[in-house]
C-alpha cells in the first residue's frame, strides 16, 4: 500500500530531489547547532553585560538548552505519529523564531535563561522530526547513506557558527547572535513549508492515548538491538557536549588560542564533516555496523591517548587539538551509523521511536556535557578522562545490542515495529 500524499502538502513538495532532500533536512536539523556553537565566542561578552562573574555559569547558556531540548524530545515523535510530520515540525520551527527573538530581548541572565530553555525545547522537535522523515523513506544501509549526508552538510554550521558570532561581535552587541537565528529559522521555515510533504504513511498513524503511548515507547525502551546504540551514543555525544561547554575556556584561556578559537572549533568541525562525508560514500560498500565498531575502537583509543597527555602535564595546543579533530573525526563514522541501527526495527512507529532515542541521547549527552563542563579545572583532564570512559562504556552497550559479536553485515533487515 502506498502512502498518498495528503491535500495539505504543496504540489512542489512532492518534486524534491535526493539533494534538496538532504541540504533541507541538513538545515532544520543545524539550527539546533546553531543556537549551540554560535553563542560560544560571546559566552564571556555576554556574562559580563549581564553581570554573571563566574566563567563556570556562563556555561549555562549552552547547558539549559541543551537538557530542556532532551526533556521535551519525548513528546514531538508521539505527536508526529498521529498527527503527521509537517504540522509538528511547522510548530517547532515556530517555537524556535519566537523564543530566540525573546532571547534578543532578554533583559538579564535568568530570563535570557528561560528564553533559552523555551527555544531548547522547540528545537527538540527538529532533531525528532527529520529523523523521523528521513526514516520514513529509506532504510537500512541506505539510511545511513542519506543520514550521513545529513550530517556533514549539517556539520558545516557547527564550522562556520562560532566565526559568524565572533564577526557580529566586531559589529553589533551579542544580542544580534540570537537575532540571526532567528532570521535563520525563519527562511528555513518558509523554505520547509514550500517544499516538504507530509511522509507519514496513513496506515502507520497512531492514537493518541496513554496506553499506545506507553506501549510504543516500552518497546523501544526494550529493544535489545536499539538500546546499546542508543545509549552508547549518547555518552560520546556527552563527551562532545563536555567540549563544547568548555572549549572557549579551554582552548581560547587554557591554551591561549584567543581570537583564534573559532578557526580552531571550525577547522576540527570541518573534519568531521569530511568524515561524515566519507561514511556517506563507504558505508552501503562495508556496512554500518563494520564502519561504526571499527570507528567506536578507535575512539576509545583516541581518549587513552588524550588522557596520557594530559595527565602528563604541559600539554599544548598542538597536541590537544590534532588528537580532539581525531576525535571528532571517528565520531563521524559513528553519529550517523548508529543512529540508522537504532531506528531501524522501527517502520510503523518511526516518530515515537525518534522521540525515545533523541530523548535518551539527549538527557544523557546534555546532563553528562553538564557534569563535564562543571569539572572543567583548568587543564584538559576531566575532558580526556570522560572521551576514554565514554568510549569503552558505548563498545560494552554496543556489544550488549550485537550480543557479542561485532563488525557484523546484516542484509534483508525487516522493520519489527
Known amino acids: 500500500m502506498h502512502a498518498s500524499i495528503p491535500s495539505g502538502t504543496p504540489p512542489a513538495a512532492g518534486k524534491m530531489g535526493t539533494r534538496e532532500f538532504v541540504a533541507l533536512m541538513a538545515m532544520i536539523q543545524a539550527l539546533q547547532a546553531l543556537a549551540i556553537d554560535a553563542m560560544l565566542p560571546a559566552l564571556g561578552v555576554m556574562s559580563e553585560d549581564l553581570g554573571v562573574h563566574d566563567s563556570n555559569r556562563r556555561q549555562l547558556v549552552v547547558g539549559v538548552f541543551l537538557i530542556c531540548s532532551g526533556v521535551t524530545s519525548l513528546f514531538p515523535g508521539a505527536l508526529a505519529d498521529r498527527f503527521g510530520r509537517r504540522p509538528v515540525l511547522f510548530a517547532s520551527l515556530s517555537g524556535y523564531v519566537l523564543f530566540n527573538i525573546a532571547a534578543a530581548l532578554a533583559p538579564d541572565f535568568t530570563l535570557l535563561l528561560v528564553c533559552r530553555g523555551l527555544a531548547g525545547a522547540f528545537s527538540s ?5 527529520t529523523a523521523a522523515i528521513i526514516r520514513d523513506r529509506f ?6 547513506r542519506t543520514q550521513s549526508l545529513v550530517s556533514m552538510v549539517f556539520m558545516v554550521v557547527p564550522m562556520a557558527a562560532p566565526t559568524l558570532g565572533q564577526g557580529l561581535l566586531t559589529v553589533a552587541s551579542w544580542r544580534w547572535i540570537f537575532g540571526l537565528m532567528a532570521g535563520l529559522g525563519a527562511a528555513v521555515s518558509v523554505w520547509a513549508w514550500i517544499r516538504v510533504p507530509e511522509t507519514l504513511h496513513p496506515e502507520f498513524r497512531q492514537r493518541i492515548e496513554p496506553a499506545v503511548i506507553a506501549r510504543n515507547m516500552r518497546t523501544v525502551f526494550l529493544t535489545r538491538a536499539a538500546v546499546g546504540y542508543v545509549v552508547g551514543m549518547a555518552l560520546v555525544q556527552g563527551a562532545l557536549f563536555g567540549y563544547i561547554n568548555s572549549s572557549q575556556q579551554l582552548v581560547a584561556e ?11 572549533f571550525g577547522g576540527m568541525a570541518l573534519f568531521m564533516a569530511l568524515c561524515s562525508l566519507t561514511n556517506s560514500r563507504i558505508v552501503e560498500r ?14 576509545v583509543v583516541l581518549g587513552a591517548l588524550q588522557l596520557g597527555f594530559a595527565i602528563r602535564g604541559g600539554e599544548t595546543i598542538w597536541q590537544f587539538a590534532p588528537l580532539m579533530t581525531l576525535n571528532l573525526c571517528v565520531m563521524g563514522f559513528i553519529g550517523a551509523n548508529f543512529q540508522s541501527i537504532a531506528l531501524q526495527p522501527f517502520a510503523r512507529i518511526a516518530g515515537a521511536a525518534a522521540s525515545v532515542q533523541a530523548f535518551m541521547r539527549l538527557m544523557v549527552g546534555s546532563a553528562l556535557g553538564a557534569l563535564i563542563g562543571q569539572a572543567y579545572d583548568g587543564t584538559a583532564e576531566p575532558l580526556a578522562w570522560a572521551l576514554l570512559l565514554a568510549g569503552v562504556a558505548a563498545l560494552l552497550l554496543v556489544l550488549y545490542s550485537e550480543r557479542g559479536r561485532l563488525f557484523r553485515r546484516l542484509h534483508g533487515q525487516v522493520a519489527q515495529a
Open 125 to 129: 522537535g527538529l532533531l525528532v522530526l
Open 139 to 144: 532504510e537500512g544501509d541506505r539510511m545511513a
Open 254 to 264: 587554557h591554551f591561549g588560542a584567543g581570537r583564534a578559537f573559532p578557526l580552531i
Open 286 to 299: 562495508f556496512g554500518a555496523r563494520r564502519v561504526s565498531h571499527t570507528a567506536l575502537i578507535g575512539y
